[in-house]
């Protein structure tokens, strides 16, 4: 879509508000997601999901996971550090927080414990995991950068996933999120963050190359032609984001999106969070309406709003080239 480079005083307070709404829907994602997360989509009651039960592992009522924690440890990182993170700042961050934090992924734990032992951030291994835990923490990266800088967006990208996923696909997943994330803010429609998604997967396939099963599999789910898995959807990053792209094509709205990205079973809380990231975005309305919104615990994660301004001040400055 084209890009408009206006940034008047009224511009900036809508890109806030769409940041804003993003956050407030990835979280509400999360939520809903999580009483279901693990179960194949025949054992998601459609009925229940959106009275968001207690999880049954022992998590309070509307309570956030690890997606959350970690999409707010993202954004606080970008904007401490005027966009510009290291990988070593957002891990020494994730590792302070860890304890707290529920639900964290295999690949982070394994980070994690390298960063515990030897204070330094894992090398790339053949035994690198093409799990979605960069994927799902990035969004931050995209809502903070406008669509005509994809080289700082994309620059920011590698550097957050690397602090504990180096796989080539996990990080060309991030990529594919940030992308539609950014061209959110502009108030992209559903066709142009299809569109927006095919190309950032066509990009990382030659950056990450061979990345056929990225390129294939996003621009498949944009294009209609991906199928959720029967056993719902699973921690593979590929597998993640273009069941991602999938609800935005086949449910734009986000009180549609959200039970629907759940009703796929899997990895319920990720998928339906970085849907609600995406989407929260374009529709900042759609989402302060959501009649379930005030039984999403956001009790651990204050000034929300604020920090949706500081993204969106990092939003402005690398429009003006700084």
Known sequence: MPYDDRSSLNESAGAARRIHAAML??????????????????????????????????????????DTAQMVLVARCLADTGGRPSSMDFLTRLAGAAPAVR?????????????????????????????????MRVAPAGWAVPPHHPGRRRSSCEVLSAATHRAPAAVAAACVIAAMASYAVEGAGPADLLDAAAAEARWAGERYGPMGAVTDAVTDAA????????????????????????????????????????????????????????????????????????????????????????????????????
């Open 25 to 66: 829907a990835f979280a509400a994602g999360d939520a809903l997601g999580v009483p279901w997360e693990g179960r194949p989509p025949e054992r998601v009651d459609p009925a229940e999901v959106v009275r968001l039960p207690a999880p049954d592992r022992g998590w309070p009522r509307g309570a956030t996971s690890d």
């Open 103 to 135: 639900g964290l992924g295999p690949t982070t734990r394994r980070a994690l414990a390298h960063f515990a032992e030897t204070g330094e951030i894992p090398v790339p291994s053949a035994d690198d995991l093409a799990t979605n835990g960069a994927a």
């Open 223 to 322: 294009r209609g032609r991906w199928s959720p898995p029967p056993a719902g959807v699973s921690l593979d990053a590929v597998e993640t984001v273009a069941a991602v792209v999938h609800v935005i094509r086949e449910a734009p709205d986000p009180a549609a999106a959200l039970p629907y990205a759940v009703s796929l079973g899997g990895d319920t809380d990720t998928v339906a969070a970085l849907a609600g990231g995406v989407l929260g975005a374009c529709d900042p309305g759609g989402v302060t309406a959501l009649g379930w919104l005030g039984l999403v615990d956001l009790g651990e994660y204050p000034g929300l709003e604020d920090l949706a301004a500081r993204l969106s001040a990092l939003r402005e400055d690398a429009a003006a080239g700084l």
